[in-house]
Structures are given as C-alpha cells and as structure tokens.
C-alpha cells in the first residue's frame, strides 16, 4: 500500500497555479486507527492534517491530534482527545502562525447499523485555548454511510459517506459553524481506506460570516490487533 502513501503526498504537496482569493481549498486528512473490539475495549487514534487556501495550494493550516477510546458496547464508544490546531497567513507564512490553539475534548459515539445504512451520531464537548484565551464548544455530528458493493464496509468495498456537523459555543450568539460534506471512498484491505469529495464549512460571527468549499482526500490506516474478532468498523473521519 505504499504506492497509495505516495500518491496521496504528492496530491497534497504538487504546486497549483490559482488565484490567491481561491474559492476552493483542499482538506489533507491523515489518520492512523487503532479501534476496540469484542477483547480489548481500550483504542485509541492519531492524526495529522493540512489545509490550503487554493486547491493543492497556498499552505494556511495544519493540526496534529490524538485520542484514547473505550468500547462501552460495540456500538457505544466514549473518547478522550486532545489537539494541537495552527493557523497561518497563507502569503506570508513565514510569518508564523497568525492563530496557535490548543485543545481538549471529551465524545459520545453511537453508531447503527440498518442494513446497508449505516449512522454514526457523535457529540462533542470542547475546551480550547485560542491564543491563550479560554472558550467552551459544542458539536453534534451525523454521518450517514452506504456501502454499494457489499452490505458491509470491509474489503474492496465502494461506498458514500455524508455527514453534516453543526458548532455551537455558550456565547451569544451560540451558533457557531457548520459543516457539511459528501465523498467516495474505497476501502482496500482491511486496513488502508481512502475517501475523496467535498466539504463545505460555514462559519459565523457578529462581525462576518462566509463559507468555503473544499476538495477533500483522506487516508487511514486501521491497526488490528492479533486474534481479534472480526466487526464491521466505520470508516469515519475523526476531525
């Protein structure tokens, strides 16, 4: 699988001639997972990402965050996390970071399986330090999944994955951000899976809102421990 590692580096670093007011950016997402099972109810996740302004362009972003997980059932899994999230000026970064936070969060996972339906709820609440200044967060997110050549996500499996996020804060006003997103993905073996598509974030404040859509690729790796028992795992997106 090395040949889609490089693949998927090269799509992230080649240089692009766009406009520097670009509508459309790109999300690198890269994630290495380690989920529990039916023995061993401990797990956990890292993953690192980068973000440009233009499509494959521009360099303005990139965050490394990591997690440990715990199985309360097969389809209720509680997380623990925590961030590093950067944010540069993408004609002079050099500069350094323009917005540096750190973060702390604690999640709720629930996932159901309908047939080939597959929901994954997730609720979230945050604690981040933006630039030393202390704020609270709080996100739901839906993420709908549908496997179109078996009736499971395993191997040499096509499927859809669309999920919408909403953000909101104990601040007035409390909503915060949205996203939105739809990709193809492909899952290989039962380890490596790669997605790409689109992701939309809306963000708002008092002073100005805007959106921004984006070209979106993911790659993960899904560590399996020896003698596990085999469970259908979603493919989902840990940002």
Known sequence: MLKYCLAFLLLLTMPAAFAQNSKVGTWGIATLVLPGDSSHKWGGYSEFQVRTNGVMSQ???????????????????????????????????????????????EQITTNQFLYRLKLEHRYRVEQRWVNGDYRNRFRYRLNVFVPFNHSKIIAKTWFLSVFDEVFLNNEVPNFERNRVSAALGYQFDRSWIFQAGWINQYNYTPAASGNKNNLMLILMYRIHRKNAVPREHLPTTSD
């Open 59 to 105: 360099f303005m972003y990139d965050e490394v965050k990591a997690g440990i997980s715990y199985d309360i059932d097969k389809d209720f899994t509680a997380l623990i996390g925590t961030g590093r999230y950067t944010t540069f000026d993408y004609q002079n970064v050099g500069a350094g970071p323009v917005t540096t936070e750190n973060r702390l969060w």
